[in-house]
């Protein structure tokens, strides 16, 4: 066994996939086993090191590797002596100095747990164990939760651990809706730094009555002190983004904010805002959206990739911003040319995009997108050509399952290892299926519905990685080829496609605990060959033919309401697309809407037959209740004969 060098940390422990792997330097580890035996019997050992309350004998070469403080100490020119012990004043742990002294010998972790990391990293702070302070800096990032994110962050920052300041801060930020109410460190914040919370774009709040209530806990939980920056933390909020009644009854009317004068601008400004909005299709005058009715930026993306449109394959990009509510065009193309009916999957901050079709030849060629650098790059082919494939991903690797080579449906699977470039065959369905969909749940992969050349197929299965096994599901209600499946809150959504006569619109749910399928609502649309994905707790339906023509159309279906909602169309009509939600972009501008304070304005031209956005959407109505329909525009029909392959 080898243990990786002192300079390595967790991160560095996985191998990149951004170039070819690099050998990963190390030392034996039995070696240093016998070295450690020997500190422990004191043999050849030659310096102390001397705490409060205890004394442990060490080598200096071994202790002086793997730290800043006692190579300075040991082998300075500046001390004339032949330093052989040290005493460390305010350190009485001696189970966290064992900790740090094994770490030094054996670059052994299992002592770290949530009752002792912060210590220990304070002390390696100290004494400048780079490896161990990563090492504590990650566990404490793993368990960041809602409870605890802000007291790392601020201490982080008073230690001027930049890292954990940023994952804390960010921890924040993404999850501020169980924060707000399980933090009871964010009551505890001065003025500055509760406003800078509020108040950051990034901010992942779908409605801003979150930060409204969460404001009003902070100044309640020091009414006297605190209600004087009221005016100051209602600039942060997007009042124009809160309903109607909402404002009315819980912000106008609020004991604070009746009592503060200084406020009234600002409540005018926002009912001003609403009242323009009801009257938006009259207005012949340019409208300004003020900052209180600005978007914040999403965390999270829909990418929708490739597809059939206007009789031909497409190579064209659009993300999802579900925060604007629109659908913006990425001109990052795949330069290895278009595909449609192919099947892509998501690993952090990389797209894979796995076989498909583009007009005259099944592809077994896969490319990947770096949506940070903007980069396409080919990888490993697959061992079959698969068009109609269902490709997923799960704990680092990519599966590709089914499809069609131009002559048979398969039921052969493989799994590609982004680390080596490589495919491997896994064990073959039960059935040959193209045109099916997969999605993942609970560590398996399920595999919905498909053609098997003869009949669309009422089948599903679901695939065991650690006993390479599949495993059939009771059938599904109704036949489903061309068919869109997600996984939500441990259920499974199979949702549109083709049943042999006709585009469905019908969906249906399967309770694994339960082994039972059961109908939802219908779309508004029917669809086959269309993308699906999860994104703000909904299950979003883009794009695919509805047996007549190809269609641009989105909607969104919320479990909770059993309903579903209109969404801005995309930007062109297309079919076999593949949909992907990535998270985590540092760079999430660059695939937003950029023009978040013009939206009104688009709103009341295309309003006017004068804007050239192609949809209306009801999903971002930032006044349901009084059926204003801001950020929505005009639906367009596809024109395309959106021809399928598989039927």
Known sequence: PLLPLETESVDNLVDSDDEEPTPRQSISREAMCRLNEMRINNQLCDAKIITEDSCFNVHRNIISACSDYFRTLFITTLNPENVTSTSVIGIASTEKMEVIIRYAYLRDINGIMDSNVVGILFISDYFGIHGLINYCIDFIIKHLSSENCVLFWLMSRYRSIPRLMEKSRGYIVENFIHVAVDCKDLLELDIDDFYGIVNDEMLNVKEENVVWECVLRWINYQPEKRKQYLCKLMQAIRLGLLTSSFFMENVKENHYVKNDQETRPIILETMRFLCDLETISVKSSEMKMPAIAVP????????????????????????????????????????????????????????????????????????????????????????????????????????????????????????????????????????????????????????????????????????????????????????????????????????????????????????????????????????????????????????????????????????????????????????????????????????????????????????????????????????????????????????????????
């Open 296 to 647: 914040r930026l999403p965390h999270e993306v829909i990418f929708a990739i490739g597809g059939w449109s206007e009789g031909a394959p497409q190579s064209v990009i659009e993300t999802y911003d579900t925060r604007a509510d629109r659908w913006v065009r990425i001109y990052h193309e795949d330069p290895s040319g278009p595909r449609s009916y192919h099947g892509t999957a998501v690993i952090g901050t990389k797209l894979y995009c796995c076989g498909g079709f583009n007009g005259h030849d099944y592809f077994n060629t896969c490319t990947r997108f770096d949506a940070v650098k903007k980069t396409w790059r080919e990888i490993a082919p697959m061992h079959n050509r698969r068009c109609y494939v269902s490709v997923v991903s799960l704990n680092g690797l990519i599966y590709a399952l089914g499809g069609y080579d131009g002559q048979t449906r398969q039921n052969t699977a493989e799994r590609y290892n982004p680390r080596t470039n490589q495919w491997t065959m896994i064990a073959p369905m039960n059935f040959q299926r193209s045109d099916a969909d997969a999605c993942v749940m609970n560590g398996k992969i399920f595999i919905t519905g498909g053609f098997n050349g003869q009949e669309c197929l009422n089948t599903a299965e679901y695939y065991t990685p650690e006993t390479n096994t599949w495993t059939l599901l009771p059938p599904m209600l109704t036949r489903r080829s061309g068919v869109s499946c997600a996984s939500h809150r441990g259920i499974i959504f199979v949702i549109g496609g083709f049943n042999g006569l006709s585009r469905m619109n019908t969906g249906e749910k399967y309770d694994p605990d339960r082994r039972t399928w059961t109908f939802i609502k219908e779309m508004f649309h029917p669809r086959s060959n269309f993308g699906l994905e999860i994104i703000d707790d909904m299950i979003l339906a883009v794009g695919g033919f509805n047996g007549v023509v190809t269609i641009s159309h989105c909607e969104c279906y919320v479990p909770e309401k059993n309903e579903w909602l209109e969404a801005t169309d995309m930007g062109i009509v297309r079919s076999a697309l593949t949909t992907n939600v990535m998270r985590g972009l540092l760079n999430i501008r660059d695939y937003t809407h950029q023009a978040r304070n013009n939206l009104v304005e688009e709103r009341r031209l295309r309003i006017l037959g004068l804007g050239n956005d192609p949809s209306e959407s009801s999903l971002f109505n930032l006044n349901r209740d009084m059926s204003f329909e801001l950020l929505v525009g005009i639906g367009a029909e596809g024109a395309d004969s959106g021809s399928e392959l598989e039927e």
